[in-house]
């Protein structure tokens, strides 16, 4: 209640009396009319008209007044009654919104006092840090003020903006008492005391964090150090296949740069990836990239290109592959990602000085389908990854490709080479010829910090091994013969080397009477297939992988061929009528291959 409001002192009557008032009336009405009831006879003898109704009248009016009296007090009462209720409610309901409204102001109060506790811990640590964090001199010292000791310490390295990596001593009675795996245990500049160890390639395939069934890409490791107590872990990098764009690999010979390109292409072929790949060092067993990843031979769309002819067929090829997919056209690779794999760069970039034009010309269009790579068609499933011993313009070439390279990756190299990718500061460009093989600061398309980072080694045998347990590439069949030099009906692109790779469909044709067997297509087959603007190389590659799949139902056949869900969808309707004619196909080769033997026998 509102302290304004006035004290109802009013106390009304019991209910009771007004009830006994209207009791009494009727009692008195009642024996009114027993009188006149029992004398009525003499009554009307005696007296006159007019006394008579009188006399009936006062009878009937004296305990009608009671009644009425009664009664009216008795509804007054219990109107008050119910008036004093509705009061009481509303005074209720009053108090518990001032009850209410009190509730919220403390809750508020409550709120603001958490924040401003929060705020003064936010500034009492960045105070903290603040008194923590002290400049190194010039010979790469430095003292450090300890928040849970509350002392000085004393700390002494080579490496201003990365003091972690450098041989830091925190306290002199310091040891390490982890149980963390380790290295051999031999000095080095860039790692405390060598206690940090990466995960090979055969380790992660073990343990399952790489191999058959990933969904994501490990491309390397990041090493993080803890400002408080200066220890080092490492975290994984992964993340989408797309998500590395095209990728410029910088560093120095046997900096790890090989054994770093083989780990992420090994994982991109589970990945459901195909490959181009330039690789001038073909022939080198040890430096070759293409050699190194010879059990995924099956991957390569063509084979790795050496030579100048082979750079041109390849760079052809790739390059309508691309212009197909940016002007959506169906090309045999669709649903597969497609990486284009460019090692020794400087190497091939320096053919642009040549006297042969059309040499120059070849490797000027090199650079700008490089450049392209990282510019226009990582949305498509298409990305470059490029490795160089050199970052200069320079050594590169006309055409700078280097800003489209989303992501960089520096590894052991020449101060003045790691300088000019522009990337790091002037402390790292000088440690960076320190650093182990696998080791390098990498700068990925999606943040804008670059982070240390280290790849574990990777063997020729460890690759061997992960394709072993993949399925069959989609561009070879599965019962190809290793010694064949064209690849059955069906394959798309001839993967030995002795083969010469055509712009997009190999039709392998044999003859049984002088007609063609093998990828023919029935007149019929082939007028749809023009009516509905399919290649006829997207149709065979489908014959080729529904042949593989003979003897499955056909949703899993659709789910695997297509991609697509039995369903009423637009996309299932578009696979049956492919699936249609690929399977009028397949019974028109069976025909044929009928036929021949009856012919031979």
């Given amino acids: 209640m509102h302290d304004d409001q006035e004290l109802d002192t009013y106390q009304p009557p019991s209910p009771a009396g007004a009830f006994l008032q209207i009791m009494l009336g009727v009692i008195f009405l009642l024996l009114m009319i027993v009188g006149l009831v029992a004398g009525w006879g003499t009554f009307l003898k005696a007296a006159p008209i007019l006394v008579q109704i009188l006399a009936v009248l006062v009878a009937i009016a004296g305990p009608g007044a009671v009644i009425a009296k009664g009664g009216k007090s008795l509804y007054l009462d219990v109107q008050h009654m119910r008036a004093v209720h509705i009061r009481v409610r509303m005074d209720e309901a009053q108090l518990q919104a001032l009850e209410d409204a009190r509730w919220r102001e403390n809750h508020k109060a409550e709120a603001e006092a958490e924040r401003i506790r929060a705020e003064a811990e936010r500034i009492r640590a960045e105070a903290e840090k603040v008194l923590s964090s002290v400049e190194w001199d010039d010979q790469g010292n430095a003292a450090r003020w300890d928040p849970q000791t509350r002392r000085m310490i004393q700390l002494q390295g080579q490496m201003r903006e990365h003091p972690s990596l450098s041989?830091?001593?925190?306290?002199?009675?310091?040891?390490?008492?982890?149980?963390?795996?380790?290295?051999?245990?031999?000095?080095h500049p860039l790692l405390?005391?060598?206690?940090?160890?990466?995960?090979?390639?055969?380790?992660?395939?073990?343990?399952?964090?790489?191999?058959?069934?990933?969904?994501?890409?490990?491309?390397?490791?990041e090493i993080i150090v803890d400002d408080a107590s200066g220890q080092v872990s490492i975290s994984p990098i992964r993340g989408a296949i797309g998500e590395q764009h095209t990728q410029l690999v910088v560093a120095g010979s046997q900096s790890g740069k090989t054994t770093y390109m083989a780990n992420n292409m090994g994982q991109a072929a589970i990945l459901r990836s195909l490959f181009y790949i330039i690789d001038p060092h073909r022939n080198h067993p040890e430096k070759s990239i293409a050699a190194k990843m010879g059990a995924f031979k099956?991957?390569?769309?063509?084979?790795?290109?050496m030579t100048h002819d082979e750079i041109r067929r390849l760079l052809a090829h790739a390059t309508r592959v691309r212009d197909d997919r940016i002007a959506g056209k169906p090309t045999p690779y669709d649903g597969y990602h497609i990486m284009v794999v460019v090692d020794e760069v400087p190497a091939l970039m320096a053919n642009q000085r040549s006297s042969d034009k059309q040499l120059r010309q070849l490797y000027l269009n090199l650079a700008l389908f490089m450049q392209s790579l990282g510019i226009q068609t990582a949305k498509f499933g298409m990305t470059g990854l490029f490795a160089s011993q050199f970052a200069t313009k320079e050594q590169l070439g006309e055409i700078d490709f280097r800003d489209a390279c989303m992501s960089q990756l520096i590894m052991r190299l020449h101060p003045t080479q790691a300088q000019a990718m522009r990337i790091l500061g002037p402390d790292a460009v000088r440690e960076i010829p320190k650093f182990r093989p696998g080791h390098g600061f990498l700068l990925l398309s999606d943040s804008t910090e670059v982070r240390r980072v280290a790849s574990g080694n990777v063997t020729a045998q460890d690759l061997a091994y992960l394709a072993h347990l993949l399925p069959p590439s989609p561009l070879a069949k599965l019962g190809a013969k290793a010694g064949r030099k064209q690849i059955e009906s069906g394959t798309i692109i001839p993967i030995r080397d002795d083969v010469e790779p055509p712009l997009f469909a190999a039709e392998s044709r044999s003859n049984v009477g002088g007609k063609p067997v093998g990828n023919d297509i029935p007149d019929a087959v082939q007028a749809k297939l023009d009516g509905l603007g399919i290649p006829e190389s997207s149709i065979m590659l489908k014959v080729d992988r529904v042949t593989e799949l003979l003897g499955h139902n056909k949703g899993d056949i659709m789910r695997a061929v297509w991609n697509v869900t039995p369903g009423r969808s637009k996309a299932y309707e578009d696979a049956e009528v492919e699936y249609a004619l690929v399977m009028e196909i397949i019974k028109h080769h069976q025909a044929h291959v009928r036929m021949g033997r009856q012919a031979q026998g």
């Fill in 167 to 187: 041989s830091l001593h925190y306290r002199n009675d310091y040891r390490d008492t982890s149980t963390r795996v380790s290295e051999e245990q031999q000095p």
């Fill in 192 to 221: 405390t005391t060598g206690e940090l160890r990466i995960p090979t390639f055969s380790e992660s395939l073990a343990t399952g964090e790489i191999g058959p069934g990933q969904r994501d890409m490990l491309f390397c490791y």
């Fill in 298 to 305: 099956d991957w390569f769309i063509v084979p790795p290109a």
